[in-house]
């Protein structure tokens, strides 16, 4: 029987016969896939990215725009090679990359299916940010691009909005072995980014000192790599009614970070506000 520890989670459950904390059993299980025009530039390009939408996520974030499949588990049931068949269609389509979105908790199926078949475009491993080093050290052959999150800095921040106490300290280590894995970027031609390793951070309501001090601990230890800053926030799910995050981003708020963020002078992306906005999120 093999017991899944595959995310910082650890349930140590058969997945055979139960589920973990994602919520999901050990069939793959897929809610959407599609071209997304969405992501940043050098991902998403002219012609969009490749996106595989899983069922299902290790963190439980109030605010989650995705929160049908996150954590009410929308989605179908699929096989290794139906993922395959999946990306053939994706790749024949034309899009720039194979787009993982929240696979954390499905990689050793997902190597299984790039063992059948490995597309001729990157493979993006979209996350959260909250994965085991020792789950990215198996991708080290698998995944070109790491298209990461790192979401807080204080703990008691993403224990209420993520039930995820040590989200920092987890998602450092993560992406230091990212880092490894890919230790630098490399574009193509047209400037879409090939390998490499992308920072997203979605800049919070009320939160901007703990965005200052991430930009501080990203700048300290991967002084190098592309940081996306994301203004989209837009409250929903469990979030609504809440007295602090019940309501979009400010101006101000997102200007101070991207100062901050240039102040430190770093490679990146960031967002017009208008992008916070449920309109741009995928109709699952």
Known sequence: M?????????????????VGFCGQSNNLKVALHQLHFYEEPCISGTKGSGTIFFSGCNLKCLYCQNYKISQLNKGKIITVEKLVIIMKKLEKMGAHNINLVTPSHFTDK???????????????????????????????????????????????????LSKAKDYKDVATKAIKQMRKNCPSDEFDENGMMKKGVIIRHLVLPDQT?????????????????????????????????????DRKLK??????????????????????????????????
Do not use: W
């Open 209 to 245: 000192v703990d965005s200052i001090n991430i930009l501080q601990h990203i700048k300290k230890l991967f002084p190098n790599t592309m940081v996306s800053l994301m203004s989209q926030y837009t409250p929903c799910y469990k979030i609504v009614g809440d007295k602090i995050f």
């Open 251 to 284: 101006k101000l708020e997102y200007t101070r970070v991207v100062m901050y963020a240039k102040k430190l002078d770093f490679n990146g992306y960031i967002q017009d506000l208008k992008s916070a906005d449920l309109k741009y999120t995928p109709k699952f």
């Open 110 to 160: 997902i190597i299984e299916a790039l063992k059948i078949y490995r597309p001729s475009i990157p493979i993006i491993y979209n996350t959260s940010g909250y994965d085991n080093v020792d789950t990215i050290k198996k991708l080290k052959n698998y995944i070109d691009i790491y298209l990461t999150d790192f979401k807080y800095y204080d703990s008691n921040l993403s224990s209420y």
């Open 2 to 18: 093999n017991k899944c520890n595959n995310c910082p989670r650890k349930c140590n459950i058969d997945r055979d016969s139960s």
